[in-house]
Nanobody, 120 residues
């Protein structure tokens, strides 16, 4: 059974940090690119933004809005992908979704999402 389970979201003040985790079933983790998308409040699912992606050999991609602030990584031994988020801004507020697919821009599987709220 394919599973992606996110954790680590929460409320943080502007300038703060959070680390998101996504535990994946072994069947999809080793063969797929992993990615983090986000869906801000009021935005439709179809408009989810690709935040960061990482290939099975750890090539990475970052969206322009998060470059220099967010870092994606993967632990192949734990079938887990992480998103370290630093210098958070209110505009980073969104539900963050973990995904897996043939490439980070072609997600085939989704997690349930974790809420990140950046507010003072």
């Amino acid at each position: 059974q394919v599973q992606l389970v996110e954790s680590g979201g929460g409320l943080v003040q502007p300038g703060g940090s959070l680390r998101l985790s996504c535990a994946a079933s072994r069947s999809i983790f080793s063969m797929n690119a992993m990615a983090w998308y986000r869906q801000p409040p009021g935005k439709q699912r179809e408009l989810r933004e690709l935040v960061a992606g990482i290939s099975p050999v750890s090539n990475t991609y970052y969206g322009d809005s998060v470059k220099g602030r967010f870092t994606i990584s993967r632990d192949n031994a734990k079938n887990t992908v992480y998103l370290q988020m630093n210098s958070l801004k209110p505009e980073d507020t969104a539900v963050y979704y973990c995904s897996a697919g043939s490439s980070w821009s072609r997600p085939a599987y989704w997690g349930q999402g974790t809420q990140v709220t950046v507010s003072s």
